[in-house]
């Protein structure tokens, strides 16, 4: 990831940055485990 992109774009709307961060989160896990094959 690109912390001073996210700090930068925490003013836009920190509700909205949690939410990304977090689908961001369970892509990187999905990917992990080989995730794109298994949805």
């Known amino acids: 990831m ?3 992109v996210v700090a930068a774009r925490a ?3 920190s509700d909205r940055l949690l ?3 977090q689908e ?3 892509g990187a896990d ?3 485990r ?4 298994s949805l």
């Open 19 to 21: 939410v990304l961060e």
């Open 30 to 32: 999905e990917s992990v």
């Open 11 to 13: 003013d836009q709307g």
């Open 24 to 26: 961001l989160s369970v």
């Open 2 to 4: 690109k912390p001073f």
């Open 34 to 37: 080989g995730g794109c094959g």
